[in-house]
């Protein structure tokens, strides 16, 4: 399913003789636009905006026709926000303008969905050198202005199937940290090595020396690169790019296929790509966010955040916490809640959460997980009987042994968690016990 917002105008939009007169609505002032200026960085942004839409319209699993062209379009203080996900859910875009790369008015702030059609992508082919860019972002439109005219874009449905890819990957992000970094010269050598598209092995990037070399093994240190055909999108922005920067969780030898994340930074915008664990992995299915959306004790917190929050570029997890009396733990857990009905998002680059107000109800991502339902219903029903830091849940075919580990995740003996063994996410057996524990441990 899809979500739509409706909007009010003080007055319908028309074509004057000084130009198209377009009406918005929403935000701290009648009518506003959340940013109207010109991206100092044109090339490299048009370059970085069509890697965003061409990320949205593409398949990486079982590629089929071109899929959704809706890049989400956030405005706050100083920054510029463009993200999107592939068709598969299983590549997450996203552009960041950085104030070196914006020379207009930030007037506003929030959150808006628009399709880039064929004329837009033609009009950002070919930008190039110092022709001008101009960008105005409202919550109904995004209007881009080149010497040939301009494009207005206006709002879409979101695809359903966006929430819960974004609930998981800020979710997952918050645990990278940095794990390379090479100037863009041996990012492009390093690129053209990679095996082509279409290609799904799962592989693994050491540093070595100046650049990263390629291994079959997890090693300490290492980046996992599952699909490594799914970067493509970045080449269209390596010749304005400084640097390569790549993030990741910490591995060891023998660990599974992880997430990682691929950022080019040309000093005016960042551009970065988060890959699943595996190419036919979407990141809607992952199941990281399970622990926040079951945590009901988090939720009262999770208001009482969600009320403070401004929109900054980066959220102060301290300055938060003082203003809302509560620990750090208890905020940033609050933000995880938050972030599963896409409220907030996860900068790796800035290693803090950011500000978004996405076109869903609060409860929507609970109701579309069938592993939270079914947990949830196994709770109602009184089938989960604790024993210690065990448990046993009965369902009506069959009985499953429920185990808390020292590290506080769970193991159960059920189907799922014997193919899946943790990887993604808590089945709904240890789901549902960890409803009923005190307090909520880690889940895996």
């Excluded at 959150?111 to 409202?138: K, M, Q, S, Y």
């Amino acid at each position: 399913m899809n979500a739509v917002q409706t909007y009010r105008y003080l007055q319908p939009s028309a074509l004057r003789a000084a130009g198209l007169d377009l009406q918005t609505c929403g935000g701290p002032a009648a009518n506003p636009r959340f940013f109207a200026g010109f991206l100092t960085a044109p090339a490299a942004s048009a370059a970085g905006l069509l890697a965003v839409a061409e990320v949205a319209r593409t398949r990486y699993h079982q590629p089929v026709n071109p899929a959704s062209l809706d890049p989400v379009v956030t405005g706050s203080r100083g920054r510029l926000r463009f993200e999107s996900f592939s068709g598969c859910c299983g590549v997450y875009a996203r552009m960041d303008v950085l104030p070196a790369g914006m020379d207009g008015e930030i007037s506003g702030h929030g959150t808006t969905n628009v399709d880039v059609n064929p004329p837009l992508r033609e009009a950002l082919a070919r930008v190039g050198g110092i022709e001008p860019l101009h960008v105005a972002v409202g919550p109904d439109d995004l209007t881009v202005s080149t010497m040939d005219g301009s494009v207005v874009e206006r709002k879409v449905p979101l695809p359903g199937r966006w929430l819960r890819g974004f609930a998981e990957v800020h979710v997952l992000t918050a645990g990278f940290e940095p794990r390379a970094e090479i100037a863009a010269a041996e990012a492009a050598a390093f690129l053209r090595r990679l095996p082509a598209a279409g290609d799904r092995s799962v592989l693994w990037a050491v540093p070595a020396g100046r650049t990263l070399r390629l291994t079959s093994r997890p090693v300490p240190g290492a980046v996992c690169l599952a699909g490594a055909g799914r970067l493509a999108a970045l080449r269209g922005v390596l010749r304005h790019a400084r640097t390569l920067r790549v993030y990741g969780p910490a591995v060891r030898a023998g660990s599974p296929a992880v997430p990682s994340t691929w950022e080019l930074d040309t000093g005016a915008l960042r551009l970065s790509l988060t890959l699943s664990p595996e190419p036919y992995r979407g990141f809607s299915g992952e199941g990281a966010a399970l622990a926040a959306l079951a945590g009901d004790d988090v939720v009262d917190d999770a208001e009482l955040v969600g009320a403070l929050l401004n929109w900054d570029p980066a959220i102060d997890v301290a300055a938060l916490a003082d203003a809302a009396a509560l620990p750090d733990e208890r905020v940033r857990a609050a933000l995880a809640q938050l972030g599963t009905a896409g409220r907030v998002g996860y900068d790796v680059a800035d290693g803090a959460y950011f500000h978004r107000v996405m076109p869903y109800d609060a409860g929507r991502a609970e109701r579309d997980n069938p592993r939270l339902l079914g947990a949830r219903a196994l709770v109602e029903r009184g089938a989960v009987e604790r024993d210690g830091e065990n448990a046993t849940v009965r369902t009506d075919a069959e009985t499953y042994r429920v185990r808390r580990h020292p590290d506080g995740a769970y193991s159960c003996s059920c189907r799922w968690w014997a193919r899946h063994r943790g990887q993604r996410g808590p089945c709904r057996h240890a789901l549902a016990v960890s409803m009923v524990a005190a307090p909520v441990g880690a889940l895996s």
